[in-house]
RNA sequence: GCCGGUGUGGUGGAAUGGUAGACACGGCGGACUUAAAAUCCUCUGAUGCUUGCGUCGUGCCGGUUCGAGUCCGGCCACCGGCACCA
């Protein structure tokens, strides 16, 4: 019999299609429920990537295994559907991104299917479905509600070429993405999140789930967590300033201060600053350079002394000077730092640059070279009055408690986390349902007018003064105050991409409901996510920011959980052949579809898996998927040499037994490369054996969640289907005896003094004395031992013994 | 600079401190064929000789251990992320 996978997938699929197999059914308390997540895709018009597959696969393996175990399971798909290269596509080619975004999901979809996951795809969701992005603009305005969004002055990225604010992800090397101009900050008002007030409870709660290491690891320093403790400096013109810093034993080092050209007080201090001329310009210079500039290409300390401004050493008595420098940043702890060049490498570099005096109050390095910085803290303190002779570890607290009691300062923790910048001057994004009132100022939205459609416009290219395109449209703009009734206008910036991602696996639990984002019954019964997969790019910004939204619909009694995700892994990437990244200009693109029509899906499938460790990267090789195909081949002729026999045969028993053992454990480890090599020696097994028909049963079951379209093909020729009645991929996922995947002997390792000499063949379990007198009865080791003494014998069970002559 | 990760045959990759290289690609040889493809079977880390055995071998240098790819200390290289966060 031919394996032909095209007819063969054809077919299935469009079974699949009718009786939907995968359908998760909301409720259902006689089995336990199982929520499986792959992040959704972003419809691009390149179509499905072969990166794609790769989580995609290994989920649907899990959750159809999850089916075969007896649960109920939600493995569901939808689209990310807004975002700028839909945009941009639609610009370029004068079509609008609605009708963009359709055709594009319609291509992903049926190659989705083409693969022949066991998605819902009955729950499918798009975000830019106005029934959806209600909810999107729904949860918004309760955070608005609650005080977390709100409107600030920020600097944003400015194309100078394209006249357009860019996102964060488009500004690649301080240069715009798409034309390579330079891009510079420009002061915007724009709508803000507040994330930062979750950010403590964003780090606890990582204990409470089960991510991957790395993934904690970077979230952890993503939010950046210090503890420290803030110092107030009384100023000579009868002020004060206060600074934070983590190294408080180092108050006595302090020789200087340093505020952040940014900070609103060189405003307030303008006129007892008399060089302020020379001030305002380095703040204008400053505010003029891009991050680029400011930062990575310019590590060189400028700065200047603000004349007639002095701040008092608390601890010294010493009168300090006072200077701006743009490598003291507005966002971080208070925009002004204390100088202690002897012990900050940056400080120093300021300090050698401006001649000021540096002083060393940690012993232990030579700080006419470079900033003693110790490694660990047992470094001793010196020139620093009562801190004197304590260790950096002693010295830290007592300061600490110093400034406490001395009324001067507190403890303080501060985060490198920052509010989440969350408006977009673009049109493909969810309207921001909020509309500015003479009067009343920011009214929201009444909730019973959402959901907020984009409008029609004739053009979505951004505007040359940076605004929204949906500011052109005054009959939208121009509105009435929901509070008052007066004139008002529109909020015309719409929501970032990261908006409709941040909760969709809640929409997936009841996806059409009209009253609610999700019925209580279905949050309840579907939360939390069982098992999420996603890429690591997105640890710190979609992982990060879906988690805080569903604290938020936490607090507000929205969702029953505090966190989404109980678990989350993460695959490795998939590169063009020699290790490369696949891009269109290297030529190393691999495009699914030709895999499938060349291959089929389930080759593809079983390949992608086959490749390589789930994590790591690993590099595509068109040559090396003919080994998987062959595999499958090879599967599909044992129909042919199979015996009658229905049951496992006696000489396939042990292999068959530890394949199911393997394989059921592999699967729930991720370790699908494992999995099918050891289907692989299963099936060579039965090459060299001989098999029976209940030997490729089992098969069959093994390997139906890696290649359903050829697994059920067979179970249908073979009969299996119409005596049980059922598909394979619905019958129970089947079980091994661990008493049947014991060998009846083994072949142990013989060691003399450590080195591999021979091996000798044993009954299973046998007792070490049994073991020695074999190893010392083998022919080679025998001539080894000649007219020497055995002093000791190691044996491992069943595996080795190593014997200790001299 | 900081935080992760990785380094194993010609190639992709396997190995709870216990026979390194499972499984696969590629290659050699054989069977089948007029022939080729496909398929099936054998062999395939390097090296030496007497073909049975020896020696070497998991980025480098040390250490712990009866035994180290695996653990510890110190390096090197590459990949990813963050980066003037006081």
Redesign the pocket.
Same mark, same amino acid.
């Given at each position: 019999m031919k394996y032909d996978f095209t007819a063969i997938e054809k077919k299935w699929q469009a079974i699949w299609e009718e009786t939907k197999p995968y359908a998760a059914v909301t409720g259902d308390t006689t089995r336990p429920k199982f929520y499986g997540l792959i992040e959704f895709p972003y419809p691009s018009g390149q179509g499905l990537h072969v990166g794609h597959p790769r989580p995609f696969t290994a989920l649907d393996i899990v959750t159809r295994k999850k089916r075969m175990e007896g649960y109920n399971v939600l493995f569901p798909i939808g689209f990310d559907a807004f975002g700028l290269p839909t945009e941009n596509y639609a610009i370029k080619n004068h079509i609008h991104p609605a009708i963009v975004t359709k055709n594009n999901i319609a291509n992903f979809t049926s190659q989705l299917k083409m693969l022949g996951y066991g998605f819902d795809w009955d729950r499918c969701v798009d975000t830019t479905d106005p029934k959806y992005y209600k909810w999107t603009q729904w949860i918004f305005l309760q955070m608005y509600k609650h005080g977390l969004a709100y409107k600030a002055t920020m600097p944003v990225n400015w194309c100078t070429s394209c006249k357009c604010v860019l996102a964060n992800e488009e500004v690649v090397d301080g240069v715009c993405e798409r034309c390579g101009s330079e891009v510079v900050r420009k002061e915007k008002s724009q709508w803000m999140l507040r994330i930062t007030k979750y950010a403590q409870r964003l780090i606890d709660d990582l204990d409470d789930v089960d991510y991957i290491?790395?993934v904690k690891?970077?979230q952890r $320093?993503?939010i950046?967590r210090?503890t420290?403790a803030e110092v107030t400096f009384k100023t000579n013109i009868g002020g004060e300033v206060t600074? =934070?810093?983590?190294?408080a034993d180092t108050l006595f080092g302090t020789t200087y201060m340093?505020i952040?050209p940014e900070h609103p007080m060189l405003n307030e201090w303008k006129d007892k600053i008399k060089n302020w001329d020379e001030v305002e310009a380095y703040q204008k210079e400053a505010a003029r350079k891009s991050?680029f500039e400011?930062?990575?290409l310019?590590?060189?300390?400028?700065g200047v002394r603000l004349d007639g401004i002095e701040v008092e050493n608390p601890v010294t008595h010493k009168m300090l000077p006072m200077f701006v420098s !743009?490598?003291?940043?507005?966002?971080?702890?208070?925009?002004i730092?204390?100088g202690?060049p002897g012990h900050?490498q940056? !400080?120093w570099?300021f300090a050698t640059k401006f001649g000021l005096p540096i002083v060393e109050v940690v012993a232990g390095g030579d700080i006419t070279k470079e900033a003693f910085v110790a490694k660990d803290d047992s470094a001793v303190m010196v020139n620093s009055g009562f801190l004197n002779g304590m260790t950096v570890k002693e010295a830290i607290p007592a300061m600490k408690k110093y400034v406490v009691e001395q009324g001067i300062g507190k403890e303080k923790v $501060? =985060?490198?986390l920052?509010d989440w910048v969350f408006s977009r001057q673009r049109y493909w994004g969810e309207p921001i349902p909020l509309v500015n009132c003479e009067k009343c100022g920011w009214v929201p939205l009444p909730e019973d007018q959402l959901p907020l459609v984009l409008p029609q416009v004739d053009s979505y290219e951004p505007t040359d003064d940076g605004e929204s395109p949906l500011s052109k449209m005054t009959d939208w703009v121009n509105t009435t105050c929901p509070c008052c009734g007066g004139p008002a206008k529109r909020e015309t910036d719409t929501m970032p991409q990261w908006a409709g991602s941040s909760w969709y696996f809640l929409r997936y639990m009841d996806p059409h409901n009209d009253k609610e984002l999700a019925s209580k019954e279905a949050l309840e019964y579907w939360s939390p996510v069982d098992w999420y997969n996603g890429g690591?790019?997105h640890?710190?910004l979609h992982l990060l920011y879906s988690r805080f939204w569903h604290k938020f619909l936490y607090d507000i009694g929205v969702v029953p959980t505090k966190e989404p995700y109980a678990k989350r892994t993460s695959h490795g990437m998939i590169l063009g052949e020699g290790?490369e990244?696949m891009s269109k200009s290297r030529g190393n693109v691999v495009n699914p579809n030709d895999i499938v029509a060349q291959y089929g899906a389930d080759t593809m499938r079983l390949h992608i898996m086959?490749?390589?460790?789930f994590e790591?990267?690993?590099?595509w #090789?068109n040559?090396?998927v003919?080994? #998987?195909?062959?595999?499958l081949?090879?599967c599909f002729?044992l129909q042919d040499m199979a015996t009658d026999d229905e049951n496992i045969s006696a000489k396939n028993e042990s292999i068959v037994h530890k394949t199911i053992k393997k394989v059921t454990q592999d699967i729930d480890e991720l370790?699908m490369?494992?999995a099918?090599?050891?289907m692989?020696?299963m099936?060579?097994e039965f =090459?060299?054996n001989g098999c029976s028909k209940g030997d490729v049963r089992a098969l069959c079951l093994l390997l139906s969640p890696f290649a359903p379209h050829m697994v059920e093909e067979m179970w249908e020729n073979m009969g299996f289907a119409a005596k049980e009645g059922k598909m394979a991929m619905q019958m129970p996922w089947p079980e091994y005896d661990e008493a049947k995947t014991v060998d009846a002997t083994?072949?142990?390792?013989v060691?003399v $003094?450590?080195?591999?000499?021979s091996?000798i063949t044993v009954p299973s379990d046998s007792e070490d004395s049994v073991v020695i007198d074999a190893a010392c009865a083998d022919?080679?080791v025998k001539r080894?031992m000649e007219g020497k003494q055995l002093v000791?014998t190691?044996v491992?069970k069943n595996?080795?013994i $190593?014997l200790?002559i001299k």
């Open positions: 290491e790395r690891i970077q $320093n993503w950046g210090s420290g600074v =934070y810093t983590t190294r340093v952040s991050d400011r930062g990575e310019n590590k060189d300390k400028t !743009d490598y003291v940043l507005m966002g971080y702890g208070t925009g730092v204390m202690v900050d940056r !400080d570099e $501060n =985060y490198k920052r690591m790019e640890t710190t290790g990244k086959f490749i390589g460790d790591k990267a690993v590099s #090789s040559e090396a003919k080994g #998987s195909k062959r595999f081949d090879r002729n370790k490369n494992t099918i090599a050891s692989m020696t099936v060579n =090459y060299a083994r072949e142990m390792a060691q $003094n450590g080195k591999l000499k091996t022919e080679k080894l000791k190691i491992v595996k080795l $190593n200790i």
